[in-house]
T-cell receptor, first 110, second 116 residues
Framework: ETGVTQSPTHLIKTRGQQVTLRCSSQ?????VSWYQQALGQGPQFIFQ???????GRGNFPPRFSGLQFPNYSSELNVNALELDDSALYLC?????????FGPGTRLTVT | TQLLEQSPQFLSIQEGENLTVYCNSS?????LQWYRQEPGEGPVLLVT?????EVKKLKRLTFQFGDARKDSSLHITAAQPGDTGLYLC????????????????FGGGTRVLVKP
């Protein structure tokens, strides 16, 4: 177990709705990265937060946004959900090196 | 865009057999990592390879980084049912802010099933 926790575990939303996913980083880690993993594929980098500032973003539209809090926990927000947003959302915390992944949040959009 | 391609996508073998998974890219990465992911869990780091031509061993797993640092392979000897899982390679990008974590570009994964 990595010490990275995510909530909720599973979530079902309707197309057009908004969703917020949460991640608590491992103690001492000041960086959180978010990834989207569609079924049967490898994870894709969404964005990374370092000390509450966005530090790089992948090829995702602006309706994917995030926050990092002073305790280094993080949120991923997705607006105007689309069917293709159905995926496993992984967060990973790190500090100067190896990333430790949480178990993910499985989002289903119907 | 830096892409990583893994092959095969799926591999089913009997316990005791050997297997090799490949990871290829058209780009050079500063380093490359291999992860294993089991259902309901996030990926877990197995190894990081940094130097072209490098070979690393982790019990029955052997990892090799190509001389040009564009490709890598994972070889499992005498596979066991506990080796079943999704194997992912990931290219590592060093961020502008060195103190922040690295960013990873993942391949599509190879699903390995080892039957008893």
């Amino acid at each position: 177990e990595t010490g990275v926790t995510q909530s909720p575990t599973h979530l079902i939303k309707t197309r057009g709705q908004q969703v917020t996913l949460r991640c608590s980083s491992q103690s001492g880690h000041n960086t959180v990265s978010w990834y989207q993993q569609a079924l049967g594929q490898g994870p894709q980098f969404i964005f990374q937060y370092y000390r509450e500032e966005e530090n790089g973003r992948g090829n995702f539209p602006p309706r994917f946004s995030g926050l990092q809090f002073p305790n280094y926990s993080s949120e991923l927000n997705v607006n105007a959900l689309e069917l293709d947003d159905s995926a496993l959302y992984l967060c990973a915390s790190s500090s100067r090196g190896e990333q430790y992944f949480g178990p993910g949040t499985r989002l289903t959009v119907t | 865009t830096q892409l990583l391609e893994q092959s095969p996508q799926f591999l089913s073998i009997q316990e005791g057999e050997n297997l090799t998974v490949y990871c290829n890219s058209s780009s050079v990465f500063s380093s490359l990592q291999w992860y294993r992911q089991e259902p309901g869990e996030g990926p877990v780091l197995l190894v990081t390879v940094v130097t072209g031509g490098e070979v690393k061993k982790l019990k029955r797993l052997t990892f090799q980084f190509g001389d040009a640092r564009k490709d890598s392979s994972l070889h499992i000897t005498a596979a066991q049912p506990g080796d079943t899982g999704l194997y992912l390679c990931a290219g590592v990008h060093n961020g502008v802010i060195k103190a922040a974590g690295n960013k990873l570009t993942f391949g599509g994964g190879t699903r390995v099933l080892v039957k008893p």
